[in-house]
């Protein structure tokens, strides 16, 4: 529970911008809004991430009469020097009204009686992140792996992931964008691959502003489509149950953690940018009946070292059942 909690806990949220954009001075309303702008990337309630705590500012501005100007300016023009050496860039994305409400919530955070069982959750989800993942500790000053313009989110040199609404996923799909302009869609639902797209990698202004739905947007255009079904077969079981169980960083690719039929599956999609080929790595150290492999309606050409294709079914072979992979090659 723990793993999950920090697994998917970790970045953005799926939380509802319609509902927030309604919030009139509710504390659990705005709590959301403040999780559907965007702020959790830098932020957290009790402790230090990128940006202060919401609670240290609380604190700092208590006795300040200008406390909410000069928030609010923050948030509007962006801030830069007063709490170290990260950037805020401007919150534009987010209206006027809804900025005075978050400010006006931070500015009270410190009497309010959650902040008790938000510390421990913090503490919880860092303690697990600290154990599961060499990512450096939530509280570690570090800037931001990504460039922002606006609601636009670009990849710099290490991958980025974030949940969030994104076409043709269900309501739980996670975006991860690799450096080079390659981005794909998992569907933790299903646990499988959705599809690549290659150019830029998301626009998050419906989901971070509320207006107009809530989807992001693909900044690119599709390359992939991943087959429609979910393409391992273990033994004789025709439809594999699957259960997410979270995924990995290392500031590398993730790595997406699944069970099937209760063996626990660990798989690393990545992209070979010189033959142009996606990679799907597999690892399931349980393994032990057959394992096949149905790539569906593909258009792509397939291919695999450790499995053999017989009639459109690839079958793993019996000395890779613990670690394989399979590569679809994709057009220019
Ligand atoms: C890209 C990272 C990032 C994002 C996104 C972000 N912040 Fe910040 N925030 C920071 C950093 C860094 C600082 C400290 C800036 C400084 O030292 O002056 C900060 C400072 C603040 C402050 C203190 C301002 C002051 O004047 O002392 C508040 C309040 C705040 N952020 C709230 C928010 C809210 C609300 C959102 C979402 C609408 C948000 N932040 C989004 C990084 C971010």
Redesign the pocket.
């Known amino acids: 529970m723990l793993r999950f909690l920090f697994l998917f806990g970790m970045v953005g949220s799926f939380a509802c911008p319609l509902f927030a954009s309604k919030s009139n001075g509710n504390e659990l309303a705005e709590k959301v809004l403040?999780k559907a702008?965007?702020?959790v990337?830098?932020?957290r309630m009790t402790l230090d991430h990128?940006?202060?705590s919401?609670l240290a500012?609380a604190q700092?501005y208590a006795n300040d009469p200008k406390g909410k100007l000069?928030?609010l300016n923050?948030?509007k023009k962006g801030?830069?020097?007063?709490?170290?050496n990260?950037?805020?860039?401007p919150?534009s994305h987010?209206s006027e009204q809804n900025l005075q409400l978050?400010?006006n919530w931070?500015l009270a955070i410190k009497d309010s009686p959650h902040l008790e069982s938000w510390q421990k959750e913090e503490l919880v989800t860092q303690e697990s992140n600290a154990i599961l993942s060499t990512d450096p500790p939530m509280n570690a000053k570090h800037s931001?792996p990504e460039n922002?313009r606006g609601t636009v989110v670009e990849v710099k040199d290490q991958p980025i992931v974030y949940r969030t609404y994104l076409p043709g996923a269900s309501s739980r799909a996670i975006a991860v964008g690799l450096p080079g302009g390659i981005s794909y869609a998992f569907d933790a639902k299903l646990c499988k691959l959705l599809y690549f797209w290659e150019g830029g990698f998301l626009d998050f202004e419906k989901s971070w502003t509320g207006h107009g739905g809530w989807y992001s947007k693909l900044m690119g255009t599709k390359i992939f489509e991943a087959p429609a079904i979910f393409p391992l077969r273990m033994g004789s079981n025709p439809s594999p149950e699957v259960k997410f169980l979270g995924y990995r960083t290392d500031g590398k690719l993730p790595t997406f953690l699944y069970q099937i039929n209760g063996l626990r599956v660990e798989e690393t999609i990545g992209f070979d940018a010189d033959n142009r080929t996606i990679v799907l790595s597999f690892k399931i150290s349980d393994a032990e009946e057959p394992i096949y492999f149905d790539p569906g309606q593909s258009s792509s050409i397939w291919s695999s070292d450790e499995a053999e294709e017989r009639d459109g079914i690839w079958a793993v072979k019996a000395d890779n059942l613990k670690s394989f992979s399979f590569r679809a090659q994709v057009k220019q």
């Open positions: 403040y702008s965007g702020c990337a830098c932020h990128i940006g202060p919401m500012v700092k000069t928030v923050s948030l801030a830069k020097g007063k709490w170290g990260n950037v805020m860039p919150q987010v978050l400010t931070a931001l922002r």
